[in-house]
């Protein structure tokens, strides 16, 4: 399993969350909303420092990641992150690794 970014992803961390060189971003499975997986559960994210990592990305100095409890959520795919730029606001594709 992987973690994926477009540039304009990573460009919109740094736009809109401030990411900066040596930050955490965690991507994690939340109760509410819809997966293509998982009914009540959708894909959370927040600057954090990781407890146990499971899957790690670095992308420009920044550490894009998920713990090893949340990896569930994945069911065995990769994450693309891509930025949907009608809405200016995060993508998410879950494909299979």
């Excluded at 990411?19 to 939340?30: E, I, L, P, S």
């Excluded at 954090?48 to 499971?54: I, K």
């Excluded at 409890?69 to 730029?85: A, G, I, M, P, T």
Aim: proline letters at 2%; zero cysteines; charged letters at 30%.
């Amino acid at each position: 399993m992987k973690i994926i970014l477009t540039d304009e992803a990573l460009n919109w961390f740094h736009k809109e969350m401030e990411v900066q060189h040596g930050d955490y971003v965690r991507f994690y499975a939340r109760y509410g909303g819809s997966s293509p997986f998982h009914e009540g559960f959708s894909l959370g994210m927040n600057r954090e420092l990781p407890h146990e990592v499971g899957v790690e990305t670095v992308v420009d100095d920044v550490h894009f990641y998920i713990e090893r409890s949340d990896e569930w959520f994945f069911n065995e795919h990769d994450l693309h992150v891509s930025v949907n730029e009608q809405l200016d606001e995060l993508a998410y594709e879950y494909k299979l690794a």
